[in-house]
C-alpha cells in the first residue's frame, strides 16, 4: 500500500512564503502523477499544481501560476509545493496526492488520484 505524508503547513501573514512537503512510502510503480490539491470548508477540492514525468512541464491552476512552484525528487518519493505571495484566499487544507500507472493529464482531476495524505492547514492572515 503506498502511503503519503504531508508538512509544512501553519500560518502566514499576507504576502508571506511557506513549503509543503509531502513523503512517499509502501508500494512503488512505474508512472507517477503527483499532485497538491486544497480544500476549503465546504467547498470542492481544487488542483493546484501537478507534476510528472520530466518530458512534461508541470500543470498549474491559474490561482498558483507566478507564486506557486510544485517539484519532486528523481524518484517520486518527495513531492514539494513553494508558495509564495500567499494570499488570505490561499487559505484550505492542502492534500499531496498521488495518481499511479500515468503521467500527469493537463486537468487536475480529483477522481485520477487513488492515494491521498492526510491533509494540513495553510493560514494566510490578511
Known amino acids: 500500500q503506498l502511503q503519503l505524508r504531508e508538512s509544512g503547513g501553519g500560518s502566514v501573514q499576507t504576502g508571506g512564503s511557506l513549503r509543503l512537503s509531502c513523503e512517499r512510502s509502501?508500494?512503488?510503480?512505474?508512472?507517477?502523477?503527483m499532485a497538491w490539491f486544497r480544500q476549503i470548508p465546504g467547498e470542492a477540492r481544487e488542483g493546484v499544481a501537478a507534476?510528472?514525468?520530466?518530458?512534461?512541464?508541470?500543470v498549474y491552476a491559474t490561482s498558483a501560476k507566478g507564486r506557486f512552484t510544485i517539484s519532486r525528487d528523481d524518484t517520486f518519493t518527495a513531492l514539494y509545493l513553494q508558495m509564495d505571495r500567499l494570499k488570505p484566499e490561499d487559505t484550505a487544507v492542502y492534500f499531496c496526492?498521488?495518481?499511479?500507472?500515468?503521467?500527469?493529464?493537463?486537468?487536475?482531476?480529483?477522481?485520477?488520484?487513488?492515494?491521498w495524505g492526510q491533509g494540513t492547514q495553510v493560514t494566510v492572515a490578511s
Open positions: 496526492a498521488i495518481a499511479v500507472g500515468r503521467w500527469c493529464s493537463k486537468v487536475m482531476d480529483d477522481a485520477d488520484f487513488y492515494f
Open positions: 509502501g508500494a512503488s510503480y512505474t508512472q507517477y502523477c
Open positions: 507534476i510528472g514525468s520530466r518530458q512534461y512541464p508541470p
